[in-house]
T-cell receptor, first 115, second 115 residues
Framework: QKEVEQNSGPLSVPEGAIASLNCTYS??????FFWYRQYSGKSPELIMF????GDKEDGRFTAQLNKASQYVSLLIRDSQPSDSATYLCAVKGFGSNFGNEKLTFGTGTRLTIIP | EAGVVQSPRYKIIEKKQPVAFWCNPI?????LYWYLQNLGQGPELLIRYENEEAVDDSQLPKDRFSAERLKGVDSTLKIQPAELGDSAVYLCASSGGTGRGYEQYFGPGTRLTVT
């Protein structure tokens, strides 16, 4: 079982609709969760992070975390063509021990917003 | 605030040749990471530094890879000799600390092609 799993896509969403990206993780001790956006040929860009169960909203982005289900998601409202990119889910353990500090990434979901 | 700086952005070398990558983290960030990203995959950690100390190098192939961060700021990652399978993007990231509340920010990366 992969440590962090994402549907590789591609996920196609009409412009203006809600894009929903999902991620599951295997380590119940994981404490910190991140979403990075990566445009083709570019490096990952941090767009959201969440540490507690529930929802966290930032502009058009909402991150949702359910630790009991080991599930984290990213919702993008009013999707724009500029949101077309690969979205990487990343998970980190607890504390500063070297093993728990490691950021483990999924393979990413490729999102395409259709005008 | 300036972001993580990396150079070179692109490098093409023949197999068995040495290569080095340079990284300057965000000012004030004591924690520095080197990641490797293969096409279609998420980044994978190679090594993490806390100031000058390499606190997690468990994923670094030590037979050919080496890294240093002599003064706790800039870092260099070296491969000698390079192999065809080393072709990838090498990403440097930094954070203000470790543990919850500290996010990692990536540089633009160095795309290495080994022929």
């Amino acid at each position: 079982q992969k440590e962090v799993e994402q549907n590789s896509g591609p996920l196609s969403v009409p412009e203006g609709a809600i894009a929903s990206l999902n991620c599951t993780y295997s380590d119940r001790g994981s404490q910190s969760f991140f979403w990075y956006r990566q445009y083709s040929g570019k490096s990952p860009e941090l767009i959201m992070f969440i540490y507690s169960n529930g929802d966290k909203e930032d502009g058009r982005f909402t991150a949702q975390l359910n630790k009991a289900s080991q599930y984290v998601s990213l919702l993008i409202r009013d999707s724009q063509p500029s949101d077309s990119a690969t979205y990487l889910c990343a998970v980190k353990g607890f504390g500063s021990n070297f093993g728990n500090e490691k950021l483990t990434f999924g393979t990413g979901t490729r999102l395409t917003i259709i005008p | 605030e300036a972001g993580v700086v990396q150079s070179p952005r692109y490098k093409i070398i023949e197999k068995k040749q040495p290569v080095a990558f340079w990284c300057n983290p965000i000012s004030g960030h004591n924690t520095l990471y080197w990641y490797l990203q293969n096409l279609g995959q998420g980044p994978e950690l190679l090594i993490r530094y806390e100031n000058e100390e390499a606190v997690d190098d468990s994923q670094l192939p030590k037979d050919r890879f080496s890294a240093e961060r002599l003064k706790g700021v800039d870092s260099t990652l070296k491969i000698q000799p390079a192999e065809l399978g080393d072709s990838a993007v090498y990403l440097c990231a930094s954070s203000g600390g470790t543990g919850r509340g500290y996010e990692q920010y990536f540089g633009p990366g160095t795309r290495l092609t080994v022929t």
